[in-house]
C-alpha cells in the first residue's frame, strides 16, 4: 500500500509530465500554424494576382516582404524572450501576425498595403522560434531536449502540407480575402489555446540550459567570443549552407502556386492530396538525415565531421538535381515527382548542416544558429525577389519557360557550391565553448 504522501507526489509529477507534453504540443502547433499563414497568403496572393493582372517582378517583391520583417526581428526576439520570457512574446507574436492577417487587403491593386502587412507579419513571426527554443529551455530536461526541438520545430512542414491541402479550395470557393481571415483566425485560435496550456510556464530564463553543454552554476556569463566566431570558416560553412537551404526552400515554397498554374497547367484547388507530398516527404527526410548522421556517429563510429559532410553533400547534390527536373516536368505527376525530391533531399541535408552548430559550438549553439537562420532569413528576401524578376524578364521573350530553368539552376548551382564548402571547410570537433558540466 502506498500512502497519502508518496501517492501526492505520483499525482503531481503526472501533472508536470502532462503539462511538459502540451508545451512541447502547443510549441508544435505555433510552428504548425505559422507555416500554415505563410502558406495560405503564397495562394490567397497568387490568385489575387490573376484577378488584378499583377506582373511577376511586382509578385515576387511582394512574397519577398514577409522576409524583410522576418530578418530583422530574430535576434531582437531572442533578447525580449530571454528578457521578459517566451511565453509573453509568443502571445506578442501569434497576437501581432493574426492581426496582420486579417487587416490584409483582399485586392492586389492595394500593393503597398499589403507590402506592409507582410512586412509586419515577418517582424511578429520573427519572434517565434526565439521564443518556441526559450520555453523549451525552461521545461524540457537536457536529455529530452532534442526529441523536444525537432517535434516542435517539424510542425513547419506539417503546417505547409496542410496548408497546401486545405487551403485552395477555401480560396476557390470562397475569396482570397476569406482565406486570410481564415489564418489570421487559426493563430487567434492557437493564441487562446497558449494563453490555457502556457499559463504555468515562468517568465525568466529557467536555470535548465538550453544547450546540454550549458553549466547550471550561477555566475557571470563568459562573453561570447564573437570576433573568433565570425572568422572561423566552419562558422561560415554552415551560415553558408544555411543560405543556401532556404534560398531553394524558399524560392519552391513561395513559387509553389505560380509553378503548379504557369508550368503545369494545374489548379491546386483540383489536386487533393498529391499537392501535399513535398512537404510531407520533407518533414520525414528531415528526420531522416538527422537519424543517419548519429547513427553513423555513434554506431559506425564515423568520425563526427565525416558523418556531418556526408549527410549534408548527399542531400543537397541530390537536391540540385531534382531541382533541374523541376522546369522539364511536362504533367502534374512529374512536376510533383520533382518537387517532391528537390524539398526531400534539400531537408535530408540537414541532418549535416543544421547540426553541426551544436558540434562545433554547444555552449552557443543558440547565438550560432540565430546568426545562420538570420543569413537564411536573407535567402528568402533575395531568392523569392530575383526569382520573380527572372520571371517576369523571360515572360516577354519566345521562350517564356526560360525564366523557370534559370530560377531553378541559381537554386542548384548554390546547393551544389554550398556542399562543397561544407566539405572544405565543416568540423566536427568542438571550437568554442564545453560541455563538460553536461
Known amino acids: 500500500m502506498k500512502g497519502p504522501r508518496q501517492e501526492a507526489r505520483r499525482g503531481a509529477f ?29 495562394i490567397a496572393y497568387t490568385a489575387m494576382a490573376k484577378i488584378d493582372k499583377v506582373d511577376e517582378a511586382t509578385k515576387g517583391t511582394v512574397l519577398s516582404a514577409f522576409y524583410w520583417g522576418y530578418g530583422v526581428s530574430q535576434v531582437p526576439g531572442g533578447w525580449a524572450a530571454q528578457r521578459w ?18 487587416l490584409t487587403p483582399g485586392s492586389a491593386a492595394s500593393n503597398s498595403a499589403i507590402i506592409l502587412a507582410r512586412v509586419a507579419v515577418g517582424v511578429a513571426q520573427g519572434f517565434l522560434i526565439p521564443s518556441v527554443h526559450t520555453v523549451l529551455s525552461q521545461w524540457i530536461p537536457p ?17 505547409s502540407a496542410a496548408g497546401m491541402l486545405v487551403l485552395p479550395s477555401i480560396a476557390a470557393r470562397a475569396s482570397p480575402a476569406a482565406l486570410l481571415k481564415f489564418v489570421g483566425a ?5 493564441l487562446a489555446f497558449w494563453m490555457t496550456v502556457g499559463k504555468e510556464v515562468p517568465h525568466r530564463l529557467a536555470t535548465i540550459p538550453l544547450a546540454s553543454g550549458e553549466s547550471k552554476q550561477k ?8 570576433l573568433r566566431m565570425l572568422t572561423q570558416p566552419a562558422v561560415w560553412a554552415i551560415i553558408i549552407n544555411n543560405f543556401t537551404f532556404h534560398y531553394a526552400f524558399y524560392v519552391v515554397m513561395n513559387w509553389l502556386p505560380t509553378y503548379f498554374d504557369k508550368v503545369l ?12 507530398l513535398p512537404y510531407l516527404a520533407m518533414f520525414g527526410s528531415s528526420n531522416l538525415g538527422g537519424w543517419l548522421g548519429d547513427h553513423l556517429i555513434h554506431r559506425r563510429k564515423t568520425p563526427t565531421a565525416r558523418a556531418r559532410k556526408f549527410v549534408n553533400t548527399l542531400g543537397f547534390v541530390g537536391a540540385a538535381i531534382a531541382l533541374m527536373f523541376m522546369p522539364r516536368a511536362n504533367d502534374v505527376a512529374s512536376g510533383v515527382a520533382a518537387t517532391t525530391s528537390a524539398l526531400a533531399l534539400a531537408g535530408f541535408a540537414r541532418g549535416g548542416f543544421s547540426v ?38 523571360s515572360a516577354n521573350t519566345e521562350d517564356a519557360s526560360g525564366g523557370w530553368w534559370q530560377a531553378f539552376a541559381t537554386c542548384a548551382i548554390l546547393c551544389t557550391a554550398g556542399s562543397t564548402i561544407f566539405v572544405m571547410f565543416a568540423r566536427g570537433d568542438r571550437l568554442f565553448g564545453s560541455d563538460i558540466d553536461s
Open 186 to 190: 487559426l493563430g487567434y485560435a492557437w
Open 14 to 42: 503526472r501533472r508536470r509530465l502532462e503539462a511538459r507534453h502540451l508545451i512541447v504540443l502547443a510549441c508544435f502547433l505555433a510552428t504548425f500554424s505559422a507555416y500554415v499563414e505563410r502558406v495560405g497568403f503564397s
Open 85 to 102: 520570457g517566451g511565453r509573453r512574446m509568443l502571445m506578442v507574436s501569434f497576437g501581432l501576425w493574426s492581426t496582420a492577417s486579417m
Open 356 to 393: 553541426n552548430h551544436m558540434d562545433i559550438a554547444p555552449k552557443y549553439a543558440g547565438i550560432l544558429m540565430g546568426i545562420s537562420n538570420t543569413a537564411g532569413t536573407l535567402a528568402g528576401v533575395i531568392g523569392v525577389a530575383v526569382t520573380g524578376l527572372l520571371l517576369d524578364t
Open 265 to 276: 497547367h494545374a489548379d491546386l484547388a483540383s489536386l487533393g492530396a498529391v499537392k501535399t
Open 143 to 159: 536529455h529530452e531536449r532534442a526529441k523536444a526541438v525537432s517535434l516542435s520545430t517539424s510542425g513547419m512542414y506539417l503546417g
Open 219 to 226: 555566475g557571470r556569463t563568459p562573453a561570447t567570443p564573437w
